[in-house]
């Protein structure tokens, strides 16, 4: 792990013993430069040992930023701590941010807070690893609060490995794990904390948590702070530098998220990034001391301009739209707008808090606050209560279609084996087995001549018998009993209604 002594810059150059070197140093450089007037060559020759003594001398050289390495000749009075042990000197014009900081080493700091957030870390620390700035001037900062998963276990795992990884220039700086609940009681799931009633509380304590991790965490050697959720899913590696080369005090991208196919693909995250409106500034009017404006209810309607809306996804991700509100999944800030002050109100400031309200306050301390509609990072989907409905709902429709898949399957196998398909014979052999049958139907008696029959006797008796029987019941003759039986009528006397070969 790097060290941070290793930044302490420069403090020691002048002392009494070496001020005839830095005189000498001095007449060399002024020599030098009337040299260079005349000629350059000449001029080389003589600076040459100058740039070497001062690199000699300075005690962190590598780590000395472009301005400040120069800084000897503008600014010849330092004082000397040498003979005070403990004694650490910084010069605060050092650390401003710089557009280019990945060329001037300037180090940030990066902050993450942590809430049960094991899930996520391992995807985290993979984009981390990618990062292309500079890992070695990035110091990492997380708190980790009110977990009840082992966010701290699955943090220190990671960490170890990206710190024992072969290629130094891979490892990050400083790595400092603060640790503090505040007795937050909302449930970290989607619904839970995206709740209405929810929000107040939670942004509030939220800041509270921020204002702890950045105020024990930021040294004077950052030039940057930058802010970033861990559940982050799709960032470009070079998020730093895309940020830093605007040149902004406090800048943030666009925030979506990615849905499932179901929801309609992807949709805007983040509304807390946004431009005020005469609405909001009207809502607000109207509200309790203590309130807090939260965007994306309908109990609050501001008519604001959101980043997230403004995108085009052919815009130029180098757009910039200036903002009052900001949101808090990836902030970039010069470290001077936490020095001077601005913080994440954890109270009511113009009716918002965390990090809205933090926009709103390094705006009126004349900061600029900007967003870029049209360079988008993607926060994770997490199914809200209802979503998780509908999806149980839809693995439900999903298993009902396939059990009625396998029953039609079933039956199409059961038809196959159990019955001959014989439409087609029967088209073929209607024909000859309908010319058989009389079509003048009851019109005709039928006589069937039993004749030959060897009991022809009994059944000649029978006939009769029956015959009588059926005259007697007004049957056979066409007039019919009821009239509810016609065709019973129609049969021909010779034929016993009850005829059963078997039997008779
Ligand atoms: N230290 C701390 N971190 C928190 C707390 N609540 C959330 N976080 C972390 O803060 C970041 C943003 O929280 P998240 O719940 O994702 O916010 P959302 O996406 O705006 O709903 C994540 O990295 C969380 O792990 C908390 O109470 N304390
Ligand atoms: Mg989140």
Not at 226 to 235: A, K
Request: negative net charge; hydrophobic residues 35%.
């Amino acid at each position: 792990m790097e060290h941070i002594k290793r930044f302490k810059l420069k403090h020691t150059l002048i002392s009494p013993t070496t001020i005839s070197i830095a005189g000498t140093l001095l007449t060399l450089y002024f020599l030098s430069k009337f040299l260079f007037s005349i000629s350059p060559s000449i001029a080389n020759i003589i600076t040459f040992p100058i740039t070497l003594i001062s690199i000699i001398f300075s005690p962190s050289s590598s780590t000395i930023s472009e301005s400040s390495s120069t800084s000897i000749f503008l600014n010849p009075y330092v004082p000397n701590f040498r003979n005070n042990p403990g004694v650490e000197f910084y010069d605060l014009a050092n650390y401003q941010g710089n557009k280019d900081g990945w060329q001037k080493n300037d180090r940030i700091l990066f902050c993450v807070p942590l809430r049960d957030a094991a899930e996520h870390l391992p995807m985290f620390f993979d984009h981390l690893n990618k990062m292309s700035y500079p890992h070695n001037s990035i110091d990492l900062s997380f708190l980790v609060s009110d977990s009840s998963d082992d966010t701290m276990g699955v943090l220190l795992s990671n960490l170890q490995n990206a710190q024992s990884q072969q290629d130094k220039s891979k490892r990050f700086g400083n790595i400092e794990i603060f640790e503090k609940d505040f007795g937050q009681v909302i449930g970290q799931s989607f619904s839970d904390r995206h709740g209405f009633a929810a929000q107040g509380p939670r942004r509030k304590l939220m800041a509270r948590a921020r204002n702890w991790l950045g105020s024990v965490a930021i040294k004077p050697y950052h030039s940057w702070v930058y802010w970033r959720d861990v559940d982050v899913e799709t960032i470009p590696r070079t998020i730093m530098e895309d940020l830093m080369h605007h040149d902004k005090d406090v800048i943030v991208p666009n925030v979506w998220r990615p849905l499932p196919d179901w929801l309609g693909n992807i949709q805007p995250y983040d509304l807390n990034s946004w431009k005020e409106s005469e609405g909001g500034l009207q809502l607000a009017d109207t509200l309790g001391e203590d309130d807090v404006i939260v965007e994306g209810y309908p109990e609050y309607a501001t008519w604001r301009s959101h980043l997230a809306y403004m995108r085009d996804p052919n815009g130029n991700p180098e757009d910039e739209m200036e903002l009052d509100g900001i949101g808090g999944v990836s902030i970039l800030a010069k470290a001077k707008v936490f020095r001077t002050g601005s913080h994440f109100p954890a109270f009511s400031f113009e009716k918002h808090a965390e990090t809205e309200a933090f926009g709103k306050l390094s705006r009126k301390m004349n900061y600029n606050v900007i967003g870029l509609p049209h360079y988008v990072i993607w926060h994770i989907y997490e199914p809200s209560k209802e979503d998780l409905k509908h999806m149980a709902w839809m693995a439900e429709e999903e298993k009902r279609k396939l059990e009625e898949e396998k029953l039609e399957e079933f039956y199409d196998k059961i038809w196959e084996i159990g019955f001959d398909d014989v439409r087609e014979d029967w088209e073929t052999e209607r024909d000859s087995i309908l010319k058989n049958i009389d079509f003048k139907g009851s019109e005709n008696d039928i006589f069937v001549d039993w004749s030959d029959d060897p009991e022809n006797e009994n059944n000649d008796k029978a006939n009769k018998a029956n015959s009588n029987q059926n005259a007697k019941n007004g049957q056979g003759n066409g007039e019919g009993a009821s009239g509810d039986n016609p065709g019973q009528a129609q049969y021909p006397k010779e034929v016993p209604l009850e005829f059963d070969p078997d039997k008779n």
